[in-house]
């Protein structure tokens, strides 16, 4: 119970200032929340690199990545694989924006989104799949907790009226 209780926290919500992160991406570059100041940002959190679920939710992203930068959104994937994986992943893919290595889970674990997971009746830790949506100010104007990995630009566009 103890390992349980320390990933117990208050779930962020729309209208929650976003928790300040930094973390290093693919290319060994910092880069934080205040990186995208005065920007919108699509914060997506994913469990592994190349695997099914989280290649579809990339590429979909990715392809729609011109048009987020037109409507003033830049787009940050974070998950707990390193920055190696990332590069190997972003490079087999052609992934346009950021990819954050949070091999200590300490982003993971600021937005809530480590927790206990079940398979096939196994009990484990691992990344809750969500995504934020922060505004120009670091307010989080949505919160994706069920993720259409195929089509989650769709997803993202029609919750926020864009």
Known sequence: MELKSRFIMSKLKAGDKAPMFEGVNQDGKEIGLNDFAGKKLI???YPK?????????SCNLNENYEMWL???FEVVGVSPDSEKS???????FG????LVADTEHKI????GV?????MYGKKYMGVIRTTFV?????????????VDTQNHTNQIIETLNI
């Not at 690199?49 to 939710?57: K, M, S, V």
């Not at 993971?108 to 937005?111: F, P």
């Not at 922060?134 to 069920?146: L, N, P, Q, R, Y």
């Open 43 to 45: 914060l997506y959190f």
């Open 49 to 57: 690199d190349d695997t099914p679920g989280c290649t579809a939710e």
């Open 70 to 72: 037109r409507k003033g």
């Open 86 to 92: 990332h590069l190997k992943f972003s490079g087999k």
């Open 95 to 98: 992934l346009k924006f950021n």
């Open 108 to 111: 993971l674990e600021a937005y």
């Open 114 to 118: 480590w927790g206990e997971k079940s």
């Open 134 to 146: 922060i505004d120009e100010k670091g307010i989080i104007e949505a919160v994706f907790e069920k």
